[in-house]
């Protein structure tokens, strides 16, 4: 089997030895991503936003693959505060309303500053 790992040029890549995705014969694996704003690198207050932000920047390195968001099999959502849960919900309902992959939904510490919402996904690779 043969691995494409896939870099975003982030230093914490390197620091903690991960790659922002690694895509199989089968499969893309996206590395959890937090939402800073794409223009400003400003992490937004909002949570909504900051998964807005997560799944623009997901499109664009499944995309990258060939493939889109109706070849998530599974995702998993990371938040600090139980309370956003819905929130959250609503924008990922925006992207999964058609293909409704496998989710965990997780609420614990994310080690980047202001980040309330961490989110990894795979993807099932398009048939060549």
Do not use: W
Not at 75 to 99: E, G, H, I, K, P
């Amino acid at each position: 089997m043969d691995l494409k790992r896939l870099s975003s040029g982030s230093p914490f890549e390197e620091l903690a030895a991960y790659s922002r995705a690694v895509v199989d014969d089968l499969y893309i694996h996206v590395s959890g991503t937090v939402g800073p704003d794409p223009e400003t690198g400003a992490m937004p207050e909002d949570p909504a936003e900051q998964a807005r932000n997560i799944l623009r920047l997901l499109a664009t390195v499944l995309a990258a693959e060939g493939a889109d968001f109706s070849h998530v099999v599974r995702n998993r959502v990371f938040l600090t505060d139980a309370s956003d849960v819905m929130a959250v919900a609503a924008v990922l309902r925006d992207y999964f309303a058609d293909c409704r992959p496998a989710n965990t939904t997780l609420i614990n510490g994310i080690p980047a500053p202001g980040a309330k919402v961490e989110i990894e996904i795979t993807a099932r690779r398009p048939a060549a």
